[in-house]
């Protein structure tokens, strides 16, 4: 028997989350393990203006953000991301779907892959909410120092921003909406061998395991544009 929705929404991105937020027993399926990877596994969170307007609920998500210590003068502690916003979605009761991979979609069907085997799932309306690349995409990695403060803004190929947290800080890469996942290692590997001489104390952590998007500037604003049912 085929499963039946009102709405299917791929992709538990922080937008996804919002906009499953704003539609009654919705069906929200996540390839990953987790809610929020767009920022949580991308490895760079940007930084939050306080002037920026955001959803009422996002603005609350803010102050949680704030009250936890993964927000202080607008950077963010990437680590708390996917926690803080899984409590969001079980005290909003979303039906989530993790650790299931999306095969193929159509306006009121989708095909999905997970530990109960192939299945077709069909709604009145099926809304893609994963991550867009149409502005091109970028690689991150975390980074640590010891130095304080921390240097931000653009060094060659590179973008830096610092993370909440003493000696916390990310970079990231811009490539090609078309560069294949080898490459894109190679040029931000590449690109932290030659850095300038002003980034030499920072060390390289972890390289990101997925692909961002320049889509929304930070988690805040994407959970916003979800929970103003923004079509991005």
Known sequence: ???????????????????????PEALLIEPAILVGGDFALSYFPGTVSEETPLHPEAEAFRKELSVHGALRNGRLHLAALSPLLSDWCLQRKLNLLLNTEILVHDAHSVQIMNIHGLQTLEAEQIIDARPKYINGKYLGAVLSAADHPLPEGGFGDLELCSGALPGEAYARISLEGNCNWPEARRRLYSAWEIRPEKLASLQFGLCGNRFGSYQFANPLAALSAGLNKENT
């Open 1 to 23: 028997m085929i499963e039946r929705y009102r709405s299917i929404i791929l992709g538990a991105s922080f937008y996804g989350c919002g906009l499953a937020a704003t539609h």
